[in-house]
């Protein structure tokens, strides 16, 4: 339990504490003060009625409840503490029963609080904190008893009434003075002084409060039997304390003939509620403060904003922070003040303990030792800071340190430029905590950069690394005079564990395989990058292993040894010869071939033989008998992938799967050629809603292009590079010239294609020379221009409504990517293009004489 919530216990116990002078109605109130503060479930106090010198007896005051004698608990314990010592003002006992526990505490020399608790413990510090109320409870007892025995005879109160702590008065109806006690004296005149006589019940009070005192005394004589209420008095030294007053009045038989009251100095209880309010409010401020340094990632905005909702909430003038600047050897050369926050009239531009002066080194050094420094100007030396102090109206000024991370940061400065105000022990210590907020602030701002450091750096070299990883892999597009290639590798992080390859050997005969490497992230493309040089090592060596199982045989031996501790390899490896059409497969562990048929839209799956991954057994030696050989037809694409592919999630959870997969080749795909297949499932996949991923994305396809095809299509692959497609404008218009075109076709095919790519290259890939770009061109009646690229997303400007307008301008007011667009309009008979996954496919055609 913390001190606040002690000292708020303490101070709601405290209240009923002397309110009342009727005894059960005083303890009644206080008694349930206790018992509900302290979550306690029964309670009494017992008065102490000595019988001899050494033997007493004890007696119910009240309690809670009523019948709490009947308890047999606390008759045992009742019985206990006849026999024990409560001579001292501290918690005595403490006894356990089946029930919970008892708490026997002294109240003064005047009896005993018995509080008992079924559930939990009262801690010690609270205990503790409870002994002067506790005392005070007695005090409080002891005059509720005192006005009891007045109350049977006058002399009697005169006698008692002397020997109280508090003020005691009579009053007659005029309000005159006809009685006061020593004590009254005491505080109001000195005691061996004959002068004091007051006349008037006002001559104790200021005359600010004669109309309060005037409703109590009124109400006095409307037949309340008892009133009471806080006021300040002023004594005849002019110092001034406040009192509860209560008053009742004095009858002789049914007339009413006066007043008599006592004063009780309830000074201490308002220093203590003064104090808890001021903690509660600076508490606040400092929440509210605090909430605000921790809005913003920004330092520079939230700190500001947190020092004028702070200087708002306390009603500092000023307050300001500064910071230490070092040198390279840990030297401070000069504080500058960073910011500041105000919410009056007094502020400024300067400031306040940049002065080059001795003073000013007296005080870092404090500051560094963590010391807290209160300055009154006027009571400063003279010199140049109190000199610029007076300059700036500021009467009085604390600061505090900040550190971070042990080091001294700088500090905080709260000014007052009203009065000479001293800040006191409460407001200094929680501006301390204020002063720690900033030094949390700031120690999260370092780490917050220092991270961003390091994850700017991180992303940097991943950077680097998909830079590498891209270049290691095959372009996403190959075209030769055999065969089609594209890929389609998208990893679930900016790397990934995946790597695929499609390597010529003879003229009709490839090696294309794809593999997935255990894992992702940096660890499985680290792998990927060591895994695929062995693999090219292999491939590209003078004695190739004759077989797939062999190579296999020997890629596993090498990357279990060298490479391979907690991962391993799925692979599926393929022999292509597209002069015999013959394919030869061989699956470790990997999803099977897939052949899908352009015609039919049909699907074969490979997936009658395999093994086990690379990299499970160190010396495992693959068999022949597990390779698949088939043929196929030139209608036939060879799809490889990896299990990201079919392993992509909805919203429920579900995965797209296997069966899925190839329902959906079959039944939503509808292409003339491999080159956007693995794209296009790509997003197909998406569009069923399949969008959740967890690992890398990898999709092949290749073929051979139709030698049906090859005198009427004319297939390139070009570099993002100028110089390329000069040549490319020209191998078009002589192609289109071999199959017979007339010289106006072939010039407006070459001027269309030649006119987009160029818009490409240098808008669509700049610096990207490495970048493939697909050409396609199919020539029957008319010709059909198919350009496929990865350079950016763009949406083609509109088509001018007047050509012939068009040409006095030259497309001078078109966005640089649209640039040149309004000539491939004129010439073209249609145009459109889409963007498929991360590839852009153009379409355009040209007709004799349009």
Known sequence: MNTQRIDQICYNILLPIGESLDLRKMLGRSLAMYIGELDCSMGAVLLVDPIDSSTFSLSNAFSIPRNIESQASFKALYQELLHHDFSGDIITHDSKDEEGIYYVMSISDIGILVLHKSEGKIEEPLLDALRPINHKLGTACKACLQNTELKKSSKQFMEMANLLPGLILELDTQYRVTYFNKRTQEIFKQIDSDEFRPKSLFDFFPESTREDVLELLHKCEMGETMTSGDFWMRNSRNQTFMVNLTLSPIRSGSDFTGFRGIAIDITERVKLERKLQLRDRLSNAITLATQELIKSSDFSLSLPNSLTLFARETGIDRVHYFQAIYDRVGTIIRVERQSKGSENEFDDSEDEFSLPSLETTVLLDKLKNNELIQMITSNMENGPLKSHLEQKNIQAVLVLPIFEKQKFWGFLSFSNCTSEYVWSQVECDLFRLYAISISDSIERKQAADELRKVYTGIMDDLKIAQSIQTYMLPPWLLIDDMILFSANYSPWTTIGGDLFDCVRISDAQYIVYVADISGHGVQAALTM?????????????????????????????????????????????????????????????HPPLLLYN???????????????????????????????????????????????????????????????LVKLLSESVEVNNCLML?????????????????????????QRIPSNNRCLCYYRELNSILSQVDEVGEEIQSFLAGLGASEELGFKTRLVATEFLNNIVEHGLPKHDSEKIALEVI????????????????????????????????????????????????????????????????????????
């Open 529 to 589: 990058t060591a895994v695929k040089s062995i693999i090219n090592m292999f491939i590209h060596s003078d004695q190739i292993p004759d077989t797939p199982a062999q190579i296999l045989t020997q890629i596993n031996a090498t990357v279990s040894k060298r490479l391979f501790n907690d991962n391993y390899m799925t692979m599926n490896y393929c022999l292509v010869d597209f002069e015999s059409m013959a394919l030869k497969s061989f699956n470790a562990g």
């Open 598 to 660: 352009l015609t039919t839209r049909e699907v074969r799956s490979l997936d009658s033989a395999g093994s086990i991954p690379l990299g499970w057994v160190e010396d495992f030696i693959y068999q022949e008998a597990d390779l698949i050989e088939t043929s196929f037809c030139e209608d036939e694409v060879i799809c490889l992938l990896t299990d990201g592919v079919f392993e992509s999630f909805n919203e429920s959870g579900d995965a797209l799967g296997q069966e899925n």
């Open 678 to 702: 693995p794209h296009l499932l790509y997003d197909l996949i998406g569009q069923k809603g399949y969008t959740v991923r967890d690992d890398d994305f990898s999709f092949i396809a290749l």
């Open 779 to 850: 020539y029957s009646e008319t010709v059909t221009v198919i350009i496929r690229d990865g350079a950016v997303e763009w949406d083609p400007p509109e088509k001018e409504p007047l050509m012939e307008q068009f040409f006095d301008g030259l497309n001078d007011n078109l966005d640089d990517r649209g640039r040149g667009l309004q000539i491939v309009y004129a010439m073209t008979g249609s145009f459109s293009r889409r963007r498929i996954h991360t590839i852009n496919e153009t379409i355009m055609t040209i007709t004799e004489g349009a």
